[in-house]
């Protein structure tokens, strides 16, 4: 297929679609969307709303396990929502081979949990990565930051991770004592969950912070020079509450978007995710969303996609909204027909 040329306007991400044919002019020509923060192994599960993240644990893990079959729906669901690029977490690197069969360019991180795993696996270069904060030793953090290019850890998603971190106390304790953790493996640094990597050194740009719930005011400052992604539906599900993110953008902290599981959420459409956002934050200007939705998400990933580039067209994607104020309406909440023009996986 020919590639049309495109122009690009002075914000990065619209274009002119000079060059297509006349029947495609309708719509919004967008760079196709970054879901930088997913789950593809990890079907739907039953759990109770606003439980609090230790008891959506609890539920989440009676249910099936990760499985090749639900990564291969996932890759077939993200592509259908016009995801040109993942940011996914493997827990038995099946979702590997489904990401790799349908082209899909992607950061694929392999999960590892174990406040008590003092020794870092031999294997670190196979892009592990730590689970969060509570839930792994800081000489995993330490190793995972330590590799080139971007690494991700859940982060402040609950205020249980702050209690565990700053006195070893609440619900994480005897949660961990039941999975037969040795918490005498884990020193508690006594420290919130910013203070806590910023003291392990590992928060530059290179760290996709995902979640940052019940990260405010000082500790903002210490995350400001690694970036966020935010996956505001799950964290509606789980705790109820909302990241502060207007402190994030006055902090000028880097923003992408991630659907995270179908555990959390109920669908991978990233579109569906920024709605929630717009709605939420009603002052913060459109244009702030769609760029987290693309170039947000491919700077958190270091991959090339998100932008739109003169005479190229990797990933265009035709959103059928109206013609008048067609980026207000692109996060109004309507699931948009959508239809790439050059689909970057197959
Ligand atoms: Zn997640």
């Known amino acids: 297929m020919r590639a049309p040329v495109i122009g690009v306007d002075e914000h990065g991400f619209l274009c002119d679609p000079a060059g297509l044919p006349v029947e495609d002019r309708r719509g919004l020509l ?15 599960v039953a759990t109770a709303k606003h439980a609090g993240f230790v008891n959506w644990v609890g539920q989440f893990r009676a249910g099936p396990p990760p499985s090749a079959m639900q990564a291969g729906r996932g890759v077939y669901q993200a592509i259908r929502a016009g995801t040109a690029a993942l940011g996914e977490i493997t827990n038995n690197g099946r979702s590997s081979g489904a990401i790799t069969a349908a082209k899909m360019p992607a950061r694929v991180w392999h999960e590892v949990f174990g406040v008590d795993c003092v020794a870092v696996p031999a ?14 030793h800081p000489n995993m953090i330490r190793a995972a930051a330590s590799l080139p290019g971007p690494w991700s850890i859940h982060f402040d998603e609950d205020p249980e991770e702050a209690a565990w971190l700053a006195s070893g106390t609440g619900a994480w304790r005897p949660y961990l004592e039941r999975a037969g953790r040795d918490l005498s493996a884990f020193d508690i640094p006594g420290l919130s ?29 210490l995350i400001a020079g690694a970036r966020v992604c935010l996956c505001v ?22 923003l992408a ?17 920024a709605a929630v956002l717009r709605r939420a934050f009603q002052q913060i200007a459109p244009e702030v ?9 491919a700077d958190a990933l270091d991959l090339p996609v998100g932008r739109l580039v003169n005479g190229q067209a990797p990933g265009l994607l035709l959103v059928d909204v109206p013609d008048e104020d067609p980026i207000g309406a692109l996060f109004d909440g309507t699931v948009w027909p959508r239809r790439w023009l050059e689909c970057p996986a197959v």
């Open 193 to 221: 969950p910013a203070a806590y990597l910023s003291s392990l050194g590992v928060l530059d740009r290179r760290a996709l912070l995902v979640h940052a719930v019940c990260t405010r005011g000082d500790d903002l400052d």
């Open 30 to 44: 967008v760079p196709g969307f970054v879901n930088a923060h997913t789950h593809l192994e990890l079907g739907p």
């Open 257 to 273: 978007i991630g659907t995270d599981s179908l555990a959390s959420t109920p669908d991978l459409d990233p579109l569906a995710e």
């Open 123 to 136: 294997d670190v270069s196979a892009r592990l990565t730590p689970h969060a904060p509570h839930s792994t």
């Open 289 to 297: 969303w769609l760029h987290a939705l693309t170039a947000g998400g």
């Open 233 to 254: 539906r799950s964290n509606q599900h789980i705790t109820g509450r909302f990241p502060d993110v207007h402190g994030m953008l006055d902090r000028g902290i880097p």
